[in-house]
């Protein structure tokens, strides 16, 4: 929060102190000990407003550290690669299964990650779809939003790693290649996980902290 806020001499400290808190769970209770010792209807006011001004910072900045967690650039190989890590194959209904989108065109410079997301084009996802066939088996469908482009796949209880992950690979490539011409599987794509986030998954570049 900037001194522009400030309407009086005492709002200085009083940003000061406002911007050292950065926890939202706690940020009202923080700032009830800081006015501990405040008397004055004026001076408690001045304290409401600018703590509301801080905590809508505090919220906007949790949204875009939240988004960037959920985007990420990878291969069309390593995107299949890591939706095979997070199936178990040995009972491949065991675990719910998160949509995952992804787009061919954006801005691989951008750090912003609203205006990556939004400024992006060309959006896909994969989907775990019942067929109605009372099916044990995973079944998984890739289209372009707008339909059109699907492809279809099936994953068994038991299937080899490698198996899985080339079967996936081929339905992304398969989708794109409707209206993306010389595709190769190192392509980068925009990847947004979005519910998978929210699931407990870890992101590929959070596995591959672990893994180092």
């Known amino acids: 929060m900037t001194y522009a806020y400030a309407i009086e001499g005492r709002d200085y400290s009083r940003i000061d102190k406002l911007n050292t808190l950065s926890n939202r769970e706690t940020f009202y209770d923080d700032v ?7 008397q004055g209807d004026h001076a408690i006011k001045r304290w409401q407003a600018l703590s509301e001004i801080r905590k809508a910072e505090i919220d906007e900045e949790n949204k875009r550290r939240n988004a960037m967690k959920r985007v990420e650039i990878l291969t069309v190989d390593d995107l299949a690669k890591y939706i095979v890590s997070r199936i178990n194959l040995r009972s491949v209904l065991a675990n719910p299964f998160s949509p995952v989108d992804f787009a061919v065109e954006f801005d691989p410079f951008c750090k912003d990650p609203d205006i990556l997301k939004a400024n992006a084009t060309g959006w896909y996802g994969i989907r775990k779809v019942d067929t109605g066939f009372d099916s044990y088996n995973l079944c998984l469908v890739c289209d372009y939003y707008g339909g059109g482009c699907g492809s279809y796949v099936e994953i068994y209880d038991d299937e080899i790693e490698e198996s899985a992950v080339i079967e996936i ?3 992304i490539m398969k989708t794109l290649a409707f209206n993306c011409d010389s595709l190769r599987s190192d392509e980068r794509l925009l990847v947004d996980f ?13 596995e591959k902290q672990k893994a180092e």
């Not at 009830?32 to 405040?38: A, G, L, Q």
């Open 169 to 171: 690979k081929n339905i």
């Open 32 to 38: 009830r000990k800081m006015c501990i010792r405040v």
């Open 194 to 206: 979005g519910k998978a986030f929210f699931r407990g998954w870890s992101l590929p570049s959070e």
